[in-house]
């Protein structure tokens, strides 16, 4: 007998005889299903085809890859078996219905990472849970993804998996954030880590520091003190990471701390941040908040923001509460950027 629970344990365990909860249960059932089965298809690599073959470009602008096609339709048609009302994809211009009168909605990127699909990279899936309102036989009046605008405190559960050395699900059913790692020899997922808490003390922060010139003075200036190491206002020296895969940063800095920051900038399509609220900010952020940490748009908290669209982007920020919370303070009041310095801040003995 195995030491380690599996998810189907643990969600009967959380359920018990509550509807809405075993209803919950039954669509992370299905997720986890799936996911073992996209696991599989990535470990073959090109031996399951041209996974990295871009064959067009979705609702955003940014470019399909095979493997993200392939991902969303497995996922759909596993959802179609679970009470869920309407599916939400990145994958997706419009959201679609699955059973009108159903309880739940579901918004995922089916393939978060999918640059890196023919480098071996680490990639994954991650997806929300929501109540839905019923939208009914007539869509037409009231189109299926108004569900989605509601604010990201309201998810029901909310999870990722990620496609490494190891296929791990990283699961938030609002008690907790909790890391199940797939079983291959049964299929399944097996929690190897309960109630995961976010070291504060790991100094690495993760940015795509080509960016630089493009970014706002209050990031710059936490970078800047980064860099800067021991000799500069943070009296410590950092680490730079950057993966470029939204979970494998995410699955680092749950196990080790540290933060993220993908800002906004002054480039063509990135004012507004760019990666999406409904379904990569709120669910991760969901987590992180979970576990101790925090997730902020720079300033204000992910899941206080009201999305107006199902593609709606949005800058990102989480890791370590209290560096977090550092990045927010340098957004929210300038004059903490000119006095980190005494003698040598923008605003100092040398400079006007």
């Known amino acids: ?44 690599g090109p031996l399951a085809g041209a996974l990295h073959a871009v064959v067009g470009g979705n609702a955003s602008g940014d470019e399909q890859k095979e493997l993200d096609l392939r991902a969303d339709e497995l996922f759909c048609a596993a959802l179609k078996r679970a009470p869920v009302a309407v599916y939400g994809s990145e994958e997706r211009a419009a959201a679609l219905v699955l059973r009108s009168g159903a ?99 790991k100094r690495e922060y993760a940015i795509n520091a080509s960016n630089y010139r493009h970014w706002e003075e209050p990031v710059r200036a936490y970078v800047d003190d980064c860099i800067s190491g021991a000799e500069g206002p943070r009296g410590e020296n950092f680490n730079m990471r950057w993966i470029a895969s939204l979970v494998a940063e995410s699955f680092r800095i749950l196990v080790r701390g540290g933060i993220f920051l993908y800002p906004r900038d002054d480039r063509p399509g990135y004012q507004h941040g760019r990666l999406r609220l409904v379904y990569e900010a709120n669910p991760i952020a969901f987590i992180v908040e979970q576990a101790g940490g ?34 927010a303070r340098y957004h929210s009041d300038r004059h903490a950027i000119g006095e980190r310095s005494p003698l040598f801040g923008r605003r100092s003995l040398f400079r006007a």
């Open 1 to 44: 007998m195995s030491a380690f629970q599996s998810l189907e344990k643990h969600l009967e365990g959380w359920s018990g005889d509550d509807g809405a909860r075993v209803a919950i249960a039954e669509t992370v059932a299905r997720f986890a299903e799936t996911a073992a089965r996209v696991s599989d298809l990535i470990a073959r």
């Open 103 to 201: 309880p739940l909605a579901v918004a995922i990127d089916p393939l978060d990472g999918s640059s890196n699909i023919d480098t071996n990279v680490s990639i994954g899936t991650i997806f929300s849970i929501l109540p839905a309102v019923d939208v009914g036989a007539c869509v037409e009046t009231e189109p299926a993804e108004a569900v989605f605008r509601q604010a990201g405190r309201n998810q029901l559960a909310a999870g990722f998996v990620i496609y490494g050395p190891q296929t791990a699900l990283v699961l938030s059913l609002g008690q907790g954030a909790h890391i199940f790692t797939l079983e291959r020899e049964s299929g399944d997922f097996l929690q190897t880590r309960a109630d995961v808490r976010i070291p504060k003390d």
């Open 294 to 327: 925090a997730a902020t748009d720079g300033k204000h908290r992910i899941l206080d923001l009201v999305p107006t669209e199902l593609h709606q982007r949005v800058p990102l920020v989480f890791g370590s509460s209290d560096k977090v919370e550092h990045v």
